[in-house]
């Protein structure tokens, strides 16, 4: 047999370095952890509360307008508008997460194109609700919600390659999407 012509080969052993100290009060330990922690939720934070802000911001003058919205002809079984602006901002909540999951990772810097997704879908919320709420243009929010729903998808597919969990984040944001449209839709033809 070829095995039995093999020869083993003895090594000398290698210097290895200590094994690190894993002990919380080591000064090695000590510094470095709850620093990078305390970087990481900070930077969460403001991942999350950028576009929670602007959202809030956005409902504040826009959604409760009382020369738009209020004054359409609704069937009565729309939602109220709390429930809109909380589905919103629950989709603002889980898009900042995972934006931040894929900046955290370095992916806006491998593929800047996700950054262009996430910034353009922010766009397209923050127009939404002046056109319907405050204005009454609910054929533009009808659109709107359109071009919504293409650049969340575009959106989910990026993050996906990138980081499947933040990919999987953005998804249940179809459903907010499609309680948009299905709103402009009844808004557009009642």
Not at 55 to 60: A, E, S
Not at 87 to 101: D, H, K, Y
Request: glycine share 8%.
């Amino acid at each position: 047999m070829a095995s039995q012509d093999l020869t083993h080969r003895a090594t000398q052993q290698e210097q290895h370095d200590p094994v690190p100290a894993t002990d919380p009060q080591s000064p090695e330990v000590k510094g470095k952890k709850p620093g990078k922690a305390m970087r990481g939720l900070r930077s969460l934070t403001i991942g999350v509360a950028f576009p929670l802000t602007l959202i809030l911001l956005d409902i504040f003058f826009f959604g409760s307008a009382t020369k738009g919205y209020r004054t359409l002809e609704k069937p009565f079984y729309f939602p109220p508008l709390w429930a809109i602006h909380l589905a919103t901002l629950s989709a603002a909540i889980l898009l900042g997460v995972s934006a931040w999951m894929i900046w955290a990772d370095g992916g806006f810097h491998r593929r800047p194109a996700a950054l262009g997704l996430y910034l353009g879908q922010l766009l397209i919320i923050l127009l939404w609700y002046p056109a319907v709420f405050g204005v009454a243009a609910v054929r533009l929010g009808l659109a709107l919600c359109g071009a919504l729903f293409g650049v969340i998808f575009a959106c989910s597919t990026v993050f996906s390659k990138m980081n499947p969990l933040a990919g999987d984040l953005v998804k249940p944001c179809f459903l907010w999407v499609l309680l948009l449209a299905a709103f402009n839709v009844r808004l557009v033809y009642h």
